[in-house]
């Protein structure tokens, strides 16, 4: 997959859980592993924009493009 998701590299620096922050973003924490483990097909931007905002980060700190 040529884009990959770096919530967990964040989730690392912020001392958070993934159980924590599946509750402050307002989505199951299942969801937040399909996310994390790289196998979402789509993102809403209103989910990546609450992510951004709980982990105090841009979204470029949480997806970025594998060549």
């Given at each position: 997959?040529p ?22 973003v307002?989505?199951?924490p299942?969801n ?9 097909k789509?993102?809403r931007?209103?989910?990546l ?5 709980v ?11 594998e060549?």
């Open positions: 997959m884009i990959v998701v770096d919530v967990d590299v964040m989730l690392a620096r912020r001392k958070m859980s993934v159980g924590e922050l599946a509750e402050r307002g989505i199951t299942a937040l592993a399909v996310l994390k483990n790289g196998r979402a789509a993102v931007f209103t989910t924009e609450a992510l951004c905002e982990l105090e980060c841009q979204p470029g700190d949480l997806l970025r493009r060549v």
